[in-house]
């Protein structure tokens, strides 16, 4: 595992956009041929990491560009809609660096703040397949001298095989959880490719093993208080999902369009130099253009929200901002599957076939938005609305 050699450095929220919209172009370009093939996209995630987008969330006094969540989201969903996997994989990075901003120590910030701006990626080990509920962890962390030793099975690790730390969360002997940023040539762990969704077929989603595996003192940081009080850690996580399948979302829409502009179909008329002027169709792309506008408005002002959350955090903002994210979660949930879905209809069987590859939008949405469970969305929005009832602090919302 090398580091990128040279890093560029991100110094403002308009330079990052502009890297984004430029890397995007690059990494549509053999999208679909990653996705037939299950390439993993380790030169691609080289030139990323070179381009300084995955540092633009450290903050100011810690060297970083400290962008606004607005344009961590746009910049997720500009890479999302290039190559939905390439912009699902940082989103853990980005999750640790957000637990590593509100819980971690001045020398745990300044270290690994730093690592990160030197081109190192942090992958994740979170979930666990057997436990009674999906935030349960039995991953273990025992005292071992100075250090600690880690003894677990992890599943679902997105971007654990191409990282260089891997945040693992993990149980201490007093029963809490803690996130250890654990190195990822460490002896005894081993990352597993056994990923095999047919959908975000390239984000390396597998598991990993943990045997006696040592991490220093140092590199373990608070995980369980992050949800103990009111912080931003959820609705940041859940920030970024909404923007990557905003980003799936706009891709089909876009590849919609220029099918049927380009492709002939039964009903266009070839001496009109319109694509169609089929009702049916007209009114599809109608449904699909206001859905798709009001999911990525909503995705911006829900960044709003939590910007203030973050710069005043208390149980309102952070509430108000987990409730905004929801919002656009739902929306872009439905969004990115009607759009995967219409462009089937309107392609017919041809969406299939390998030159095109356009079937990879609805399947990447469809595995991307069983992350978590969307109707808890619309349970949490409609009791805050309706009971002024504040959702729960987890990061699942």
């Keep these: 595992m090398t580091l990128s050699q040279h890093v560029a450095v991100i110094t403002s929220d308009e330079q990052a956009l502009i890297v984004a919209s430029d890397l995007a172009e690059d990494f549509k370009r053999d999208s679909a041929l990653r996705d037939r093939e299950r390439r993993l996209p380790h030169p691609e995630l080289e030139v990323f990491s ?28 500009l890479i999302a809609q290039a190559d939905a996997s ?13 637990v590593l901003r509100v819980n ?93 969704g047919f959908g975000q077929r390239t984000t390396g989603s597998g598991s990993v093993l943990f045997e006696n595996v040592y991490v220093a003192a140092q590199d373990v940081v608070p995980f369980q208080s992050a949800f103990e009080r009111p912080t931003t850690v959820g609705p940041l996580a859940q920030i970024l999902h909404a923007a990557i399948d905003t980003g799936i979302a706009r891709a089909a829409y876009e590849d919609a369009l220029h099918f049927v502009r ?47 959350a973050q710069a005043q955090t208390n149980a309102e903002t952070v509430a108000a901002a987990s409730i905004a994210v929801a919002e656009a979660r739902a929306l872009s949930t439905e969004i990115s599957l009607a ?7 309107l392609a017919g069987s041809q969406a299939t076939l390998a030159e095109h590859g356009l079937d990879r939008h609805w399947r990447n949405a469809r595995v991307h938005t069983l992350h978590d469970p969307v109707r808890w969305k619309y349970h949490a929005v409609g009791n805050y609305y309706l009971n002024e009832t504040n959702p729960p602090l987890r990061g699942t919302i």
């Design 50 to 77: 070179r381009s300084g987008l995955w540092g633009i969330s450290v903050p100011k006094e810690y060297g970083g560009a400290g962008v606004s969540n607005v344009t961590l989201a746009k910049v997720t969903a």
């Design 86 to 98: 390439l912009g699902q994989i940082p989103q853990n990075h980005f999750y640790a660096l957000e």
């Design 104 to 196: 971690g120590s001045p020398e745990q910030k300044q270290r690994l703040y730093a690592e990160v701006l030197a081109g190192r990626r942090f992958g994740n080990a979170l979930a666990e397949l057997g436990t009674k509920t999906a935030h349960d962890r039995t991953t273990a962390l025992t005292r071992d001298g100075d250090g600690y030793r880690i003894n677990g099975r992890k599943f679902y690790a997105t971007g654990a095989i191409y990282a260089q730390r891997i945040p693992t969360s993990v149980v201490d002997e007093q029963g809490v959880q803690q996130l250890a940023f654990v190195q990822r040539d460490s002896q005894g762990l081993s990352v597993i490719d056994d990923w095999s």
């Design 262 to 308: 380009t492709k002939t179909r039964p009903w266009i008329d070839a001496t009109s130099d319109k694509a169609t002027e089929d009702p049916l169709t007209l009114k599809s792309f109608g449904h699909l253009s206001i859905r798709l506008h009001a999911t990525e408005a909503l995705l911006e002002r829900s960044g709003e929200f939590l910007d203030l």
């Design 339 to 345: 759009a995967g879905s219409t462009l089937f209809e």
